[in-house]
């Protein structure tokens, strides 16, 4: 058994044991057993988020992910420019089921892999990205909500929009892993 699946079954152990605890006596509540308790459950917890934070910032797990990042963000980026040269026979009530089949499972990916630039690039990196990444998710919400209530004008806006800031997260994306693969020794974490 590995330490991060045996330390969520001491915390599932030690939640059991203090509601076991809590309701022996109606009144009073045997806090030495509790005490007890709760200590072995916080030393779960922290044993869980060590855990947790090791297997994130695996070397193997790093580059598979920062693969995954730069992957979906080529691929949003080419899909929207796609969208974008071709907007205006684009019919605006099927723009939604483009935006389906082109962007979610991208935008899956890029998020499920997203924390892995905190230990690559540092936090701030990461946050500068994944400003530009959130507000063009949102201006393709957007266009899928233009789209469903039949707004060609705002489909058209936005789609420029989402691209454009896909271009801003891509650009930075791109710069720093140039700088790290220019000089790995220096983390910006």
């Known amino acids: 058994m590995n330490i991060k699946a045996f330390s969520l079954l001491l915390i599932m152990a030690a939640f059991l044991a203090g ?7 109606p ?3 045997n806090w030495a057993w509790m005490g007890s308790v709760l200590a072995a459950g916080a030393i779960g917890l922290v044993m869980f988020r060590r855990a947790h934070h090791s297997e ?3 070397g193997h797990r790093l580059s598979g992910n920062m693969q995954q990042l730069g992957g979906s963000l080529e691929s949003i980026l080419k899909n929207l420019s796609e969208l974008c040269d071709r ?3 684009l019919p605006v009530y099927e ?3 483009e935006i389906d089949r082109l962007f979610r499972e991208d935008l ?3 998020a499920n892999a997203r924390e892995s630039m905190i230990h690559v690039f540092g936090m701030q990196n990461y946050a500068d990205v994944m400003s530009a990444f959130a507000a063009g998710e949102r201006y393709i ?3 899928w909500s233009a789209s469903t209530d039949g707004y060609i004008d705002e489909v058209n806006q936005y789609l420029v929009k989402a691209r454009d800031q896909f271009r801003e997260a891509d650009g ?3 710069k720093l892993q140039a700088e790290v693969a220019e000089n790995p020794a220096v983390s910006h974490a």
């Not at 509601?19 to 006596?25: G, M, P, Q, R």
């Open 19 to 25: 509601a076991f605890i809590a309701v022996l006596d």
């Open 27 to 29: 009144v009073e509540v």
């Open 56 to 58: 994130a910032s695996s």
């Open 87 to 89: 907007k205006e026979e």
């Open 95 to 97: 723009a939604r089921f």
């Open 108 to 110: 899956n990916r890029f």
């Open 141 to 143: 919400n957007r266009v």
């Open 172 to 174: 930075l994306f791109r």
